[in-house]
DNA sequence: CTATTTCACTAAACAGTGTTCAGTATATTT
DNA sequence: AAATATACTGAACACTGTTTAGTGAAATAG
């Protein structure tokens, strides 16, 4: 088990600095000083270290948003959890990239283990809208279309910042309007 | 220009199916029955057939937009803004795709003549949300964010639909809630 | 009508990719 | 000492984007 751990390590290393394309299983050999050969004793394919990373991807955003969990008030959790969840994507772009927007095998992703972490995730991220729905927090009570909308506005916010599509807002700007664009959405949240 | 033609034509009918990394110059080749070297002596390498295919996109969704510039109302044409970008999204998403999510050299991306479409686009969004400021539809009057936010939701509405992160809801309902959460945020925008 | 230049195109190569497989050298067990 | 298991690799296969030297046909010039 020590040397998939440094395969992974290697991996996640070089997908931070030059993206999930732009490494070959070559470059990953070449950083841990085997033959790439090697490589596929530990892993099946490249997909495999994929889905590990994603994986790892998946506990560091548990990790990040474990704090959350400890706040009482649903109305402040669900907004620490936003912030939260934001912020996770913003210091972590590869790794949000990895969970919610790079194309994967998809139809082989319920059966690995990252599947149950982000399940797990959403599910507690819905318990708490429903937590504000019947504390009567929002007149609405679709707990299911209040989740969504929110979680919509929060990956919109994340992927076009990452994903590099802010080109008309100055660099030094950016990251302001997205502080102040979760500011107004949890203004309208309090009136919906 | 009969040639060049004939290569978007194919490489984006390949797009569609295989994505962008999954069609090789190769392939084009192949389909109009030329040379993969044939290729290059109309488009400099394969980000160039690239920024073709992402200017035409930019041409369909301006196209698919254009009706809205004829409705008077600031606020009836800003939700019908929304409904149609979101609409193009949702009927070609490998457009939809090539212009909002795809990793792509976007440091000369300013360059290239599908840029000025992009910021034309964008131009009359913030300028309808402008009008409906103007018009004291909201409180707030800082248009920037205003637009910004409502652009977050449409985008990641989209982005994750069409990036299958939505696994967790029946496919049938997928649609729906995307649908019931677009009324959502119209109906919380009204209250901005 | 021949000679030259231009044009549209390609075969073949280079350096890279994911992946496989036969084979080697060392360590462990019999 | 012989047999087996372990950990690893060199070399290959079929692919990729891209470049270069060169082909054969058409257009132009003398």
Redesign the interface.
């Known amino acids: 088990m020590e040397m998939r751990k440094r395969i992974l390590d290697a991996a996640l290393h070089l997908f931070r600095e030059r993206?999930y394309?732009g490494v070959s299983i070559r470059n990953i050999a070449e950083a841990i000083e085997y033959s790439p050969a090697t490589i596929y004793l530990y892993y099946k394919d490249k997909s495999e270290i994929f889905f590990a990373l994603q994986f790892e991807a998946a506990a560091v955003k548990r990790d990040h948003l474990l704090p959350v969990a400890g706040i009482e008030s649903p109305w402040e959790r669900l907004i620490e959890f936003g912030r939260r969840y934001i912020d996770f994507g913003m210091k972590h772009p590869d790794l949000y990239d990895l969970l919610?927007?790079t194309?994967t095998p998809?139809e082989s992703?319920?059966n690995q283990e990252c599947w149950k972490l982000g399940?797990a995730s959403?599910s507690f991220f819905v318990e708490t809208v429903q937590a504000c729905v019947d504390a009567r927090f929002f007149k609405?009570t679709?707990t299911?279309?209040?989740a969504?909308?929110l979680?919509?506005?929060?990956?919109?916010?994340v992927?076009?910042f990452i994903?590099?599509?802010m080109?008309?807002y100055p660099e030094e700007k950016r990251e302001a309007?997205a502080k102040?664009?979760f500011e107004?959405?949890v203004?309208?949240?309090e009136?919906?």
Chains 1, 2 share one sequence.
Do not use: P
């Open positions: 993206g394309d919610f927007i194309r998809m992703i319920e399940v959403h609405s679709d299911e279309t209040i969504y909308t979680w919509c506005h929060a990956h919109g916010l992927s076009l994903r590099e599509r080109r008309m309007l102040k664009s107004m959405i203004k309208m949240a009136c919906l």
